[in-house]
């Protein structure tokens, strides 16, 4: 299946502090990346839909300058969470879709804010 | 009501038994349908995909949609420990931007 990276796999951090996350699709160009956020043994929570070279959509309840969220490239989504803290620790996945109607999915990043 | 229904479980099984996982969904507009397989801290993986009604197999696994009544299953045969994971059913219209609408996800714990 195609390849999506996430890095970094684990990042921990200040109160306070800014932290980028970056997903890659590999091997196919994403026109569509989605943003999840999942706490132990919960349910996926669709954060942001996020298309090549336009704006994010977030879902209800998702602070957007919270979580900024940049799609550059067909092959290159960020998500940056801003002014972070102890609550935003989670497991953020992303997601990438190209012409074929399915996703496939990063390893996840594992975020520590202190 | 969620657009797709699925029973978080756990569901246990012993090893070398066929598993049945389900999904019911409301959205009459889902064409796409799709299982992922979880590890615990990993990101999901995509098993299977059917379009509309019908079955296909893969292996072991074989992914069933019946469109008439909404429902969506993943068999699992000659199951075993390593099959052990969270199952996640999917659905998509097919529109554009859509995002996959996704069941919470079955634990399946398979004993040896």
């Known amino acids: 299946g195609a390849v999506v990276s996430q890095h970094p796999s684990r990042v921990i951090c200040k109160s306070g502090t800014s932290v980028k996350i970056e997903c890659r699709s590999l091997?196919?160009?994403?026109?569509?990346m989605f943003w999840y956020r999942q706490f132990p043994k919960k349910s996926l929570m669709l954060m942001a839909t996020?298309?090549?070279?336009?704006?994010?959509?977030?879902e209800q309840g998702v602070e957007k300058d919270k979580f900024l969220i940049n799609h550059a490239s067909l092959t290159l989504s960020t998500l940056t969470v801003t002014s972070a803290h102890p609550e935003d620790s989670s497991f953020y996945i992303c997601?990438?879709?190209?012409?074929?109607?399915?996703?496939?999915f990063g390893p996840g990043t594992r975020l520590t804010v202190l | 009501q969620k657009e797709v229904e699925q029973d978080p479980g756990p569901l246990s099984v012993p090893e070398g038994a066929i598993v049945s996982l389900n999904c019911t969904y409301s959205?009459?507009?889902?064409?796409?349908f799709m299982w992922y397989r979880q590890y615990s801290r990993k990101g999901p993986e995509l098993l299977m995909y059917?379009?509309?009604?019908g079955n296909k197999e893969d292996g072991r696994f074989t992914a069933q949609v019946d469109k008439s009544s909404k429902y969506i299953s993943l068999f699992i045969r000659d199951s075993q420990p390593s099959d052990s994971a969270t199952y996640l059913c999917?659905?998509?219209?097919?529109?554009?931007?859509?995002?996959?609408?996704f069941g919470k996800g079955t634990h399946l714990i398979i004993q040896p």
């Open positions: 959205n009459s507009a889902f064409q796409y």
């Open positions: 996020s298309n090549e070279g336009s704006k994010a959509t977030y």
């Open positions: 059917t379009y509309s009604s």
């Open positions: 999917a659905a998509y219209s097919g529109g554009g931007a859509d995002g996959l609408t």
């Open positions: 997601s990438a879709r190209g012409t074929r109607p399915f996703a496939y």
């Open positions: 091997d196919f160009q994403a026109t569509t």
